[in-house]
T-cell receptor, first 114, second 113 residues
């Protein structure tokens, strides 16, 4: 099993450009998450999908949209990138949407917005 | 609102030393707490998940404890090795006790040979 995979690994954008970060998991998990990690701020939840067909906002959703394409895939879109969105983005998944389950993380996408 | 704090931000120890990493949380009505490891430039790897009913969880040289009454969790690493060098993060469920995790900022550990 590959676990959680993310593409691309690195990306540089100019302010105002758009892009989609891709995430896929092969563990047949029901729940998927997008986080961003910033120095001094830790990891913060952007959006999550508790189950296929549902999405909801996390702690810092402004400037982002998500799509749960199917059970395996969960994408994060930046419509008009801003320098404040320079960060490392992590996708994660878990079998259940509750506090009892471990989340499995992908390797991350390092995004720089100039 | 749940807040999670880890002190110290960085720690350097000689190889072989036993050490304790600390994690504090503000909302004691949690059912579990997780510890993760993050290597430089990598994603997070789950180390231990402690249910409140368990109060303690062990995996190899790692032992994690949870004290809800004091709002604290500790990760004990026995006989530290250079390969243990990484950032360790703890995470607690948000106040609704769902999969929405609140992370601490992590403790970066360096184990010197």
């Amino acid at each position: 099993n590959a676990g959680v995979t993310q593409t691309p690994k690195f990306q540089v954008l100019k302010t105002g450009q758009s892009m989609t970060l891709q995430c896929a998991q092969d563990m047949n998990h029901n729940s998927m998450y997008w986080y961003r990690q910033d120095p001094g701020m830790g990891l913060r939840l952007i959006y999550y999908s508790a189950s296929e067909g549902t999405t909801d906002k996390g702690e810092v959703p402004n400037g982002y949209n998500v799509s749960r394409l199917n059970k395996r895939e969960f994408s994060l879109r930046l419509e008009s990138a801003a320098p404040s969105q320079t960060s490392v983005y992590f996708c994660a998944s878990s079998d259940r949407w509750d506090y009892t389950d471990t989340q499995y993380f992908g390797p991350g996408t390092r995004l720089t917005v100039l | 609102k749940q807040e999670v704090t880890q002190i110290p931000a960085a720690l350097s120890v000689p190889e072989g030393e036993n050490l304790v990493l600390n994690c504090s949380f503000t909302d004691s009505a949690i059912y579990n707490l997780q510890w993760f490891r993050q290597d430089p430039g990598k994603g997070l790897t789950s180390l231990l998940l402690i249910q409140s009913s368990q109060r303690e969880q062990t995996s190899g040289r790692l032992n994690a404890s949870l004290d809800k009454s004091s709002g604290r969790s500790t990760l004990y690493i026995a006989a530290s090795q250079p390969g243990d060098s990484a950032t360790y993060l703890c995470a607690a469920p948000g106040s609704s006790n769902t999969g929405k995790l609140i992370f601490g900022q992590g403790t970066t550990l360096q184990v010197k040979p």
